[in-house]
Every structure is written in structure tokens, then in C-alpha cells.
Nanobody
Framework: QVQLEESGGGLVQAGGSLRLSCTAS????????MAWFRQAPGKERERVAV????????YYTDSVKGRFTISRDNAKNTVHLQMNRLKPEDTGVYYC????????????WGQGTQVTVSS
């Protein structure tokens, strides 16, 4: 199992950009599918983007397509979420998560980083 730590959150005006990073410690990072989730106040946690372990295909929820980009660097055990053209509705706590490839449950979670987009 890997341990995850997020960084890069903050306060930004609408239309601005932020880059979130997640650093993993432990073995086997390259064998994990990595994801970013977010949770807005009063709402359920939402899966935002996923990058798979093998060949690294990606998934994005519809509301962020064309604005967010997920990437990974297996040599540095990191995954990033580049967020452009941010909107107030992107506000929330963003979590990094990891699961073994071809499994369904995310087994490792970071502590979360706050993203606030002002209008």
C-alpha cells in the first residue's frame, strides 16, 4: 500500500489556474491507478480524474473536460492535476487516491488540499 500527500491547493480567482501534486511513498507506485476526487461543502465526494497504471489512459468527469489535465511521473512517484479556467463550482477539498490496477476499491487516500475559486 502507498501513502499519499497532496500539495498545491489555494485561493484563486475564477479563470485562473492551479496545479495540484500528489506524492506517494511506498512500493509499487507504477502499478497503481491514480485518481483525484473532490468534495464540495454539503456534497458527496466526486471522482474528477483518473490516470491508469498501464499505458496511462485517462478519465475526466464531464464538468472538467478540456480544463483539467491529469498526469503522472512514475520515476518521481507523483501525480499532478493541472486545473485551468477554474470556476467557483470547482471549489472543494481535493483528494488524491490510489488503487491497484484492475481492482475497484481505492485503498489509499491523501489528507486533502483545499481549492477555493472566487468569483
Amino acid at each position: 500500500q502507498v501513502q499519499l500527500e497532496e500539495s498545491g491547493g489555494g485561493l484563486v480567482q475564477a479563470g485562473g489556474s492551479l496545479r495540484l501534486s500528489c506524492t506517494a511513498s511506498g512500493r509499487g507506485f507504477s502499478t497503481y491507478d491514480m485518481a483525484w476526487f473532490r468534495q464540495a461543502p454539503g456534497k458527496e465526494r466526486e471522482r474528477v480524474a483518473v490516470i491508469s497504471a498501464i499505458i496511462s489512459p485517462t478519465y475526466y468527469t464531464d464538468s472538467v473536460k478540456g480544463r483539467f489535465t491529469i498526469s503522472r511521473d512514475n520515476a518521481k512517484n507523483t501525480v499532478h492535476l493541472q486545473m485551468n479556467r477554474l470556476k467557483p463550482e470547482d471549489t472543494g477539498v481535493y483528494y488524491c487516491a490510489a488503487k491497484k490496477s484492475r481492482t475497484s476499491m481505492y485503498e489509499s487516500w491523501g489528507q486533502g488540499t483545499q481549492v477555493t475559486v472566487s468569483s
